[in-house]
């Protein structure tokens, strides 16, 4: 397990915003909204926001200050934050996200979390800084072998755990096994 500050260079910055600023756009059916597929004034609404509006620079030191980790976990690169509770009486908690999210959409719960336990923010191998993948397979059963090789890794024998979407599906089967 090592430290693992995010530190994105300018470089890669830039391409992603002259990417998604050359976007092309295909035709329209008038009124088909979702019908087929995503709705293209939902979907230049995000690529403006990762344009103008998304502060990469911010939530890059928010993640930094947490504690970032890279480690290898039941044959994956694992990324997660690690935030240590203040209080002695603290559980371990692991929270793993859902498709298509990431740890950063749970970085406003961690202050209130932190109050009662250590949290363990698990990006999931093929998502964010976990990854890539190595083989086929690598499914719901494999990422909790991941989770719990992170958690044993921690110190932590015994932990409580909580998911949304595909994480429910890994928390269910840390359950189980």
């Given amino acids: 397990m090592q430290p693992f500050p995010l530190d994105v260079d300018d470089a890669q910055l830039d391409d992603l915003r002259r990417r998604l600023s050359c976007a092309r756009w295909p035709a329209e059916i008038n009124g088909a909204a979702w019908d087929y597929g995503t709705d293209q004034a939902f979907l ?5 926001h990762w344009l103008n509006a998304y502060d990469w620079r911010r939530v890059e030191a928010e993640v930094n200050a947490v ?13 997660f934050l690690h935030a240590r509770s203040d209080s002695a009486a603290a559980l371990p908690l ?6 298509p999210g990431s740890i950063v959409e749970l970085l406003d719960a ?6 009662r336990f250590h949290v363990v923010l698990v990006s999931m191998p093929g998502y964010g800084f976990s ?6 397979g690598v499914d719901v059963a494999c990422i909790a072998a ?25 928390t269910r089967y840390l359950g189980e096994h």
């Fill in 44 to 48: 230049r609404s995000v690529v403006d």
């Fill in 131 to 136: 990854g890539p993948t190595r083989e086929k």
């Fill in 146 to 170: 991941a989770v719990n090789d992170v958690t044993a890794q921690l110190g932590y024998e015994r932990f409580i755990a909580q998911g949304g979407d595909w994480g429910a599906l890994v």
């Fill in 67 to 79: 504690g970032s980790f890279v480690t290898e976990a039941a044959g994956q690169r694992v990324h």
């Fill in 110 to 115: 961690l202050p209130m979390l932190r109050r």
């Fill in 94 to 99: 692991v929270i793993t996200h859902g498709w």
